[in-house]
């Protein structure tokens, strides 16, 4: 291997690039315009411009990347995580130009591409899986055969999704039929995309990083629980899984070992299993690639495990892991906001200070004045803290949080602030291990337990729902220094306290409201209920379209849906009316107040006239409108 072509962009780009120059193989890095100036392209030997607005025709673009990769000279590719990292079609492409391909073989990707052959590979394997039906269904008598036999809750989940997308939970046969119905071919839906599974609560997410070569050596690099997750996204990670007894840490092994010979796996991969409080495990899938996360394993293997990938694509030999040394974190920084149940947000990022010292590693792509966009994830680095032992990495976690400082921009630091000083997840003081996969919503993200199901339905108002930005100073009171925060806009005209330059630019706006704010989705609902427009709150790309103009929809139905950053947004009817005009097509990108489908509701006619005469009534009698909820004690009523 000589020359190796990264099909990736940003801190993974980045994170192969120095492996490869540390190897002595020449990097062609790949860039869109808004990626001309990251550190990757700088960094990389060569790089080359992928032309496009969207990731369709830059990312995304197969065939452009592969004529890249011949004019360059390169003979690998390493496809990074996501985009491009599980095409089969893709990977056909690269080895059919004659170029290695850092990953599975195509036919691997194909057997381990959906959930739904992920399970037969399984059966196959002899590895347990959660009950469910391995075929799409879409007979309803059969899904409710199913959901009853078994128990509810159950999990419709889509057999291409991932990252949490795709998933829904059912309660009961209400509910089950409600999806159904939102889904079915009548509808233009596509349930044949679907499978049902049972749901299996209070279950910790647990995986192997694992690999195997083309000589049939495997290896597990170390295990790792994931199960601190919002939207069935991962937010913290740690290696090994701590409170794992032999005989499952021994299932957990065997299974994988087991998932990769049957395929003929080589390269690196990682196994994704359920692990009950009762010891029992259950297979969910095979992620073919390396993985955001993929950090803690080398902290605790002591191996580079880009150098193992590139080894074994070359037709080496891997290496075999060690025991586990220490105990490994990371928190993956993101764009969103905990104040608002981590909704992502863009926007440019003023300051940066990373924590440092002892057992810090810190994997980032972005620098001060760089834009989080919304074309991409929200992800702008990680933060991976080591120590001698798991309550010694807890507390060394404290005090790289204490350290560190973005502005520009909301991270999840306060809320990993809350995770790390709670006794559930730290299991201080004799106190037992007791994550789960919703532990996480349940305790901080939602008002009541639920499973989200892979993103809230959009709320269907256009407002503008922007937090107030903050001015932060340190002062002195008594020659003691602390920190005063002040509001921006009471600055505004005096200068902004650095420099006398004004007032900084406020914060971008969210990109979505909170996901469990009843209140505010009450309102935006009673507004399209009202006026028929129905508009997006975020930055997102249209997935799907659910009605046709001139159809009559009833309210709750599937209009639209929407993905951002990796999640799904479900847009429903707000009322019983006429779908008047479908203003966007699947694939368009759509900003906050873009009118998505606009629609004549029944009744809303006379209902206008109803509010009207209310306000006219107020007008006359002081200004309040029967109905009108008081302040009291600083609540709504």
């Known amino acids: 291997m000589r020359k190796l072509l990264i099909a990736n962009r940003g801190e993974i780009a980045l994170r192969v690039v120095r492996t490869a120059q540390e190897m002595g193989i020449g990097t062609v890095a790949v860039y869109a315009e808004q990626d001309r100036d990251a550190m990757y392209a700088q960094m990389a ?59 599975p073989k195509p036919e691997a990707l194909d057997e381990l591409g959906d959930k739904i052959s992920a399970c037969k590979v399984a059966a196959r394997a002899k590895v347990p899986v959660v009950p469910g039906l391995a075929e799409p269904v879409t007979d309803m008598r059969t899904l409710l055969d199913f959901a009853n036999a078994n128990g509810y809750p159950v999990m419709m989940k889509k057999a291409d999704g991932g990252g949490g997308r795709g998933i829904t939970l059912i309660h009961n046969d209400d509910e089950l039929r409600q999806f159904y119905l939102n889904h079915d071919a009548l509808q233009g839906g596509d349930l044949g995309d679907y499978f049902i599974e049972k749901f299996v609560d209070k279950a910790r997410h647990v995986e192997t990083q694992s690999g195997r070569d083309s000589h049939g050596n495997f290896t597990v690099y170390s295990t790792r629980d994931c199960s601190v997750q919002r939207r069935n996204q991962k937010l913290v990670e740690e290696a090994p899984a701590p409170f794992l007894t032999d005989d499952v840490r021994a299932q957990l092994e065997g299974f994988s070992e087991r998932l990769f ?56 030999e891997l290496t075999k892991a060690p025991a586990p040394r220490g105990h490994a974190f990371e928190l993956r920084i993101t764009s969103e906001d905990p104040a608002t149940n981590l909704t992502p947000s863009s926007g440019t990022i003023e300051s940066i200070t990373w924590p440092s010292g002892p057992g810090i590693r810190i994997d980032t792509g972005v620098e001060v004045g760089d834009t989080v966009s919304p074309k991409d994830d929200s992800m702008m680095g990680k933060v991976i803290v080591t120590a001698q032992d798991r309550l010694a990495a807890v507390a060394r976690v404290r005090r790289a949080l204490r350290e560190l400082s973005i502005e520009g921009v909301p991270t999840p630091a306060s809320l990993f602030q809350k995770i790390f000083t709670n006794s559930d997840f730290t299991a201080e003081n004799g106190h037992p291990f007791e994550v789960t996969t919703k ?38 009171v008594d020659n003691k220094r602390v920190k005063l925060a002040v509001p921006s806009d009471l600055l505004a005209g005096i200068g902004s306290g ?35 427009i129905i508009v997006a709150t975020m930055q997102a790309v249209v997935t799907r379209i659910n009605v046709a103009e001139g159809q009559t929809v009833d309210k709750g139905d599937l209009l639209v849906v929407l993905e951002s950053m990796k999640m799904e947004n479900y847009v429903y009817a707000p009322a019983k009316g006429v779908i008047k005009e479908i203003s966007v097509g699947v694939a368009d990108g759509v900003d906050p107040g873009q009118t998505l489908v606009s629609m004549d509701i029944e009744g809303a006619t006379n209902e206008h006239h109803r509010d009207a005469d209310a306000s006219a009534d107020a007008a006359a009698n002081g200004g309040e409108t029967a109905g009108d909820a008081h302040p009291t004690d600083g609540k709504e009523a």
């Open 45 to 103: 030997d060569e790089a080359y411009l992928l032309s496009g607005d969207t990731n369709l025709k830059t990312y995304l673009n197969e065939d452009l990347i592969v004529d890249i990769a011949r004019r360059s000279g390169a003979d690998a590719l390493h496809p990074g995580y996501g985009f491009l990292s599980e095409f089969s079609s893709f990977a056909r492409k690269v080895k059919d130009a004659g170029i290695a391909w850092v990953g």
């Open 261 to 316: 010979n049957t395929v003929d796996y080589v390269g690196l991969g990682t196994c994704e299993f359920l692990v009950t409080p009762a010891g029992r495990v259950y297979f969910m899938e095979v992620n073919p690639r390396l993985q955001v996360e993929h950090t803690v394993s080398e902290q605790v293997s002591g191996l580079d495990l880009v150098r193992e990938q590139l080894i074994i694509a070359d037709g080496g």
């Open 439 to 476: 532990w996480l919503e349940r305790n901080y993200l939602n008002a009541k337990p639920q499973a989200v199901s892979a993103g809230q339905p959009a709320s269907v108002s256009g407002r503008d729902e922007r937090r107030p930005a903050m001015e932060t100073f340190n002062v002195e």
């Open 498 to 532: 650095r420099g006398g330059s004004g007032p900084r630019r406020p914060t971008q706006p969210l990109r979505g409201t909170g996901l469990h704010d009843v209140g505010e989705n009450t309102r935006h609902t009673d507004d399209a209920a009202r006026s028929g």
